[in-house]
T-cell receptor, first 116, second 116 residues
């Protein structure tokens, strides 16, 4: 069975602060994908990143960075110099590679509020 | 064009009504998905179509009936719904990558359904 845990239910920061969203996962598969999605108040889930299980390189995209550590089964997401527009629910997700048609196992989500 | 469109944006229906939700993508993706999302919860997978064939049905009640008329369109027919079916209904699509792996899913803006 697969499981994704986002222990932080809600985070509140002031604009320009850095913030890290934690994600821990469980799977028996040796190959899998990890994802982060953003869901603003409008409701649409916006794809942010996909990481393959055998690629442990960290990734940076503008103010966003991701730290994948297979040894601790974690895939954390950091927003540097947060902005009000970053306020949203963020979901970490996991999928098997091969037989499940890309079925996603989502974490419960972290609500991020960035105050001006 | 990385866009999934959904209509209508909002729908209010009575328990005896029949209505349909529509989803369209023109990214050439061969997998399409229906999700149901309740407030403050992650999306729950309902159905997966792969190459226009129903591949996954997550034990969804028969009052929800999916249809995939062609590779770009996905419908969800609704009949005799219950008030607890009120939720955000999200459509997504993804591309099949190498070795049968399915890549990231791109989501539409959703339909907010209210059942009276």
């Amino acid at each position: 069975a697969q499981k994704v845990t986002q222990a932080q239910t809600e985070i509140s920061v002031v604009e320009k602060e850095d913030v890290t969203l934690d994600c821990v996962y469980e799977t028996r598969d040796t190959t899998y994908y990890l994802f982060w999605y953003k869901q603003p108040p409008s409701g649409e889930l916006v794809f942010l990143i996909r990481r393959n299980s055998f690629d442990e390189q960290n990734e940076i995209s503008g103010r966003y960075s991701w730290n994948f550590q297979k040894s601790t089964s974690s895939f954390n997401f950091t927003i540097t110099a947060s902005q009000v527009v970053d306020s949203a629910v963020y979901f970490c997700a996991l999928s098997r590679i091969g037989t499940s048609y890309g079925k996603l196992t989502f974490g419960q989500g972290t609500i991020l509020t960035v105050h001006p | 064009d990385t866009e999934v469109t959904q209509t209508p944006k909002h729908l209010v229906m009575g328990m005896t009504n029949k209505k349909s939700l529509k989803c369209e993508q023109h990214m050439g993706h061969r997998a399409m998905y229906w999700y149901k999302q309740k407030a403050k919860k992650p999306p729950e997978l309902m159905f997966v179509y792969s190459y226009e064939k129903l591949s996954i049905n997550e034990s969804v009640p028969s009052r929800f009936s999916p249809e995939c008329p062609n590779s770009s369109l996905l419908n969800l027919h609704l009949h005799a719904l219950q008030p607890e079916d009120s939720a955000l209904y999200l459509c997504a699509s993804s591309q099949e990558g190498n070795s049968g792996a399915y890549n990231e899913q791109f989501f539409g803006p959703g339909t907010r359904l209210t059942v009276l």
